[in-house]
């Protein structure tokens, strides 16, 4: 993927190193008039003597024609060609995160209309608006595609754009890995929305229990679907987690040590971590879900001595850090968006990140809460449950440190700041009903009911959504380089939050008064009907007020004013850059000496002998895992359409699969194979 190369101890550029330059022939003459150029300007310099020319104009011009000259090679180098090629072959993040937001808002709006359809039918009793298989099938593409394919790619959208940006870095650890985590998310949710179409999606909840989802009782190839789509993104989400992990822990801007980090990249760091070590377990169960379906396994028949409780340990296992991959991130933008508008920097940074880490830690020992129902020993659910609720201290310190930012801040209310504030009141809600679920004697009167479903959507609506959208308000002037429309945000956020509240606030009420999840209709004379149809009114104001954002993203995006640099006066890397940056983020490599670069008095990019341009190849710095000391150079690939390729190939692998044609799944294999190798394959290198 790159190289690391040892830096001398004078210095870390490609020219202290005696690296060889490579690049096309447009390139190297590029160089060769700069080169030329300098010269010539001394040259001129020398008729100070004659008094025909000042000194000072001489290195003025001499500086100007250097910073213009390196940043035209930089652009050749890492600009990505405006072609047909260009598009399918890039490797560059900010396109790629630009993808996979775009591709998680698509999977939102499907996820939304979904749930629309669903509120309908359950907005009285006795209506017949969906036949029961359809409504299982809509209610199970709806928390699937929410979950699934909306919650962490969105998140991964906002990573792939800002770790590097953030981090000083030119891109991303390992861009092919990262074009090939965002086809393989975009192709596994195509696989999966082709059994809606085909009125074969899946139909037994996102959890997908066995042994309901066994062939006996599920003999379509619905939850095939589900299984192999399940797959696909695990690969996906997998290969993006160890490109952060790898970009956060060796590309860091030299001087920003661990303690220096923005408080996203602790968020985004957990999350990873928690990836690696969750996903084989949903990767596993669908696995040996297609074995039991397709191939007469029995891991989870208990006639034949498996276990359905394999699937719940297995399933959940996975289940709750996915809660916390999908929520952290979310709050790690929080942390760097409500200090900007309180106008000071974070209370309790050190806490905060304690805290982050510490989530992701106990948040892997706490799977067994949602199983409480299924009969354990008391003892065994008594370490689970005091697990759960101990996770809550690390939410309430930084719920505590936002509000004490706020309180000894100037906050500024702007849309962002608003759906922040949001964010925050719906998150203390969904902790709170949250908590009690993990009394044991509490949550076996409620775990099937509504009670938990209102639960469940402050936690991902109010801890993801809303956090989503403020991200949105505040950075996409830097992405697109145009503001978005404050009033309509302001409207969207007040339909939004009321919507929410009205929409998810009754279901604990429909809860308690025992109206169970996962039914399709219910009789008139349960005393249900009320609270459903304000429900069903909250969701659709609740869509109003996510569409009218949707519409400010794209008109703003186009039509907005413009942007600048650093509109909001903020303190992190990224602001320094033009909007949108440049494809090779900025020219000199910065350095860093505090935790708020932008807000201190240092120049992060003074570089007055050129050493960190490295304008000679794709190159960034390589620095250490805890004091970010430069240790060497990282190169970067060439854009490719390899990653495309092998994505396809393992669709392709997966399909024939589905459809037991193992002579093409063979053939498939094989391509696929072929495929790797020509990503690994050495390549010599082109000497200018």
Known sequence: MHSLQSVPASGYSARSMSIQWVGSPARSTAMYLHALALPLIRIAGNRFVEGRVPPTRVRALEVNVATVSATERLTQLWETPDTWWGVLATVDHKTIGKRYLVTALIFLLAGGVEALIMRVQLSASGLRVLNPETYNQLFSMHGITMIFWYASPILSGFGNYLVPLLLGARDMALPRLNAFSYWMFLFSGVFLYVSLALARAPHAGWFA????????????????????????????????????????????????????????????????????????????????LELDRQWGTHFFDSAAGGTPLLWQHAFWFFGHPWVYIIFLPATGMISMILPVFARRPIVGYTWVAVATVLTGVVGMGVWVHHMFAVGMSQLSMSFFSAASMTISIFSTVQVFAWLATLWSGRPVLTASMMFALGFIATFIIGGLNGVVTAVIPFDWQLTDTYFVVSHLHYVLIGANVFPVFAAFYYWLPKITGRLMNETAGKWSFWLMFVGFNVAFFPMQITGLLGMPRRIYTYPADMGWDTLNLVITAGAFVFALGAAISVLNFLVSSRYGAIAGRNPWKADTLEWALPSPPPPYGSVHIPTVVSRHPLWDEHEEERDPSGERILDQQRLTISTSALDAVPIGLAKMPEDTITPLLLSLAIMALATALLLKALWVAGAMFFVMLLFIAAWLWPRPEKLA
Do not use: E, K
């Open 209 to 288: 229990y066995a042994p309901y989802t066994n062939a006996l009782y599920s003999p379509g190839l619905n939850m095939d679907f589900y299984a192999y789509a399940l797959v696909l993104l695990t690969i996906s989400t997998t290969a993006g987690a160890v490109n952060f992990l790898v970009t956060i822990f060796r590309l860091r801007a030299p001087g920003m040590s661990i303690n220096r980090m923005p408080l996203l990249m602790y968020s985004t760091a957990t999350t990873s971590a928690l990836a690696v070590l969750a996903l084989p377990a949903l990767s596993a169960a669908c696995v040996f």
